[in-house]
């Protein structure tokens, strides 16, 4: 590395000309209904949630806060299905219709990745990009297994359980949903899904394209609503399996519920990845992988790389090359495809990590922040980097959620895979080496479900995804995510 590229002074004072996408093309209702048993119910609780957009506060629609009594309809409609439609349909069948909603989502892919952007504030290159092709990738991959389970599982007889209750959280809105319905109705089962209460707009449009797509009525059931609504799912005595993605707090509440019921469940929780930069790593590319595992969709990705260490003997030329670039990223309109920052997806949210980041600098840690517009309306929070900070701090220990990177140095291999270690989670974390053989012994030693080297945040729906510790259990993708869905007779 020459002196004349680590010293280069990066000029930031321009701007990319403004470059949005259309949102002219979405219609949205004023004003949704629960789905269940194939038709769009107004909830029995009267009781609506407002939808916003958190990049302008503006309301974008209203959606149910579904009681005990929609819960007790949709079951019913998902255990009618189970039994007289949907388990005894032969597999092929089920495939092709699986398939279709694969095929839909890809031909309403620009709109969904719309309403995406505008229901929960993540740039649309990465709605565009990331979650409508992945979402739709699973559902290909799992619509080919529905004829093959005897091949997933060798030798075993795979049957359906009967009715799943599937929850999932605000920051991958349809492609969690794929996650889980996708693998669910491969294996035969039905399902009632209760999207996040900030962001439903696209399980809506999912709907219409279960509709659309010919799956029968009661097969996929979705209601809106809060915590509460989740609650009623969990308890629901006619559920057999409960599949939840979200924060460790509740999936801890949902595990204390079924205790002693025989009710299977998966928790996908939350996460506190390390990722860890050696001295003989490509740095430039590194600090490309730092930025993409932490600041790129505002940190609220749960295998977000929000520990950072780096090998003390570059650790000042990674820090300037990190701020450097830092400085480049562009916060703001989400729909604008030159976005790199969107919208924090609350206020809720945006007060959280505004409260880390104040406990971060009580704690002593030194922050960098970069020195971006924000915009007067929405939540936004800069791209922001604590260093100073040690395995105590509760920035380094905690999982915040947001575009926060806490930095630590290390010296050898084992010190950085003990620091690794240290913490209640094990989703995800990153590598960055030229030696093969360090990036065996670190992704062998590190207690976490997915380690990246060389590159960070890469997903495939043939691979399994899932935590250690409290992270959660059950993987989700690939073969291994049919395996809560069946049970295995012979
Ligand atoms: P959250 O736990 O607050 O909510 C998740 C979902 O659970 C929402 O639909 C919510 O309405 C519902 N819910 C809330 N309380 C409930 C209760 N008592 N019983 C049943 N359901 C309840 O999480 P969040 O803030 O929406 O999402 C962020 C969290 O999700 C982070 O911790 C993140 O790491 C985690 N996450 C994990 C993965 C993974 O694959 N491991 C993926 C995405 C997000």
New binding site residues.
């Given amino acids: 590395m020459s002196d004349k590229e680590t010293t280069l002074d990066f000029d930031t004072d321009w701007s990319y000309s403004p470059a949005p996408q259309s949102s002219t093309e979405v219609k949205l209702r004023d004003r949704y209904n629960l789905f269940i048993g194939g038709k769009y119910q107004p909830s029995q609780t009267k009781d609506y949630l407002e939808i916003i957009n958190p990049a302008t506060e503006e309301k974008l629609s209203e959606v149910p806060q579904a009681g005990a009594a929609d819960i007790q309809s949709a079951v019913e409609a998902a255990r009618e299905a189970y039994t007289h439609t949907w388990s005894p349909m032969p597999a092929a069948d089920r495939g092709k219709l699986i398939f279709r909603i694969a095929r839909m989502i890809q031909e309403r892919a620009r709109e969904i990745a719309v309403i995406e952007t505008m229901d929960g504030g993540k740039p649309i290159r990465e709605s565009r990009d990331v979650d409508v092709p992945l979402a739709a990738a699973h559902f290909f991959y799992y619509a080919g297994w529905a004829d093959k389970l005897d091949y997933a599982f060798p030798g075993r007889s795979a049957q359906p359980i009967g009715v799943a209750a599937q929850?999932?959280?605000?920051?991958?809105p349809l492609l969690?949903a794929a996650?889980k319905l996708a693998p669910a109705l491969a294996a035969g089962n039905t399902l009632v899904l209760?999207?996040?209460?900030?962001t439903p707009l696209t399980a809506m449009v999912l709907a219409e394209i279960v509709r659309e797509a010919g799956i029968p009525p009661g097969v996929v059931n979705i209601v809106t609503?809060?915590?509460?609504?989740?609650?009623i799912?969990?308890r629901h005595p006619d559920v057999d399996k409960i599949a939840?993605?979200?924060?460790?707090?509740?999936?801890k509440?949902?595990m204390r519920?079924l205790a002693g019921s025989t009710k299977r469940y998966t928790?996908?929780?939350?996460?506190k990845a390390a990722n860890i930069i050696f001295a003989d790593a490509a740095l430039d590319q590194a600090v490309e992988g730092i930025i993409d595992s932490i600041f790129f969709n505002q940190g609220?990705?749960?295998?977000a790389g929000s520990r950072l260490f780096v090998q003390e003997s570059v650790y000042a030329e990674v820090i300037k090359k990190l701020q450097e670039r830092m400085e480049m990223l562009i916060v703001g309109n989400p729909l604008d495809k030159n976005t790199d920052i969107g919208a924090i997806n609350s206020r809720e949210?945006l007060e959280r990590i505004q409260a880390f980041v104040e406990i971060g600098k009580q704690e002593g840690g030194e922050v960098y922040q970069s020195k971006c517009n924000l915009p007067d309306n929405g939540f936004w929070h800069a791209p922001t980097l604590f260093s100073n900070v040690s395995q105590s701090h509760r920035v380094v220990q905690e999982?915040i959620?947001g575009p926060v990177l806490a930095v630590q140095t290390f010296r050898t291999v084992d010190e950085v895979i003990e620091k690794a270690n240290n913490t209640p989670y094990g989703?995800s974390g990153g590598v960055w080496t030229d030696k093969g053989a360090k990036i065996f012994k670190v992704t062998r030693e590190i207690r976490a479900g997915v380690i990246w080297a060389n590159t960070f945040n890469k997903f495939d729906p043939t691979s399994p995804?899932?935590?250690y510790k409290e992270?959660?259990m059950g993987r989700?993708g690939g073969v291994e995510g049919l395996m809560p869905y069946v049970r295995l007779d012979g």
């Fill in positions: 929850i999932i959280p605000w920051n991958f969690m996650w209760k999207p996040a209460e900030t609503g809060g915590g509460e609504t989740g609650q799912l969990v939840f993605t979200g924060s460790t707090a509740v999936g509440e949902i519920t928790l996908e929780l939350g996460g609220h990705v749960c295998c949210q999982e959620f989703l995804f899932g935590g992270s959660g989700e």
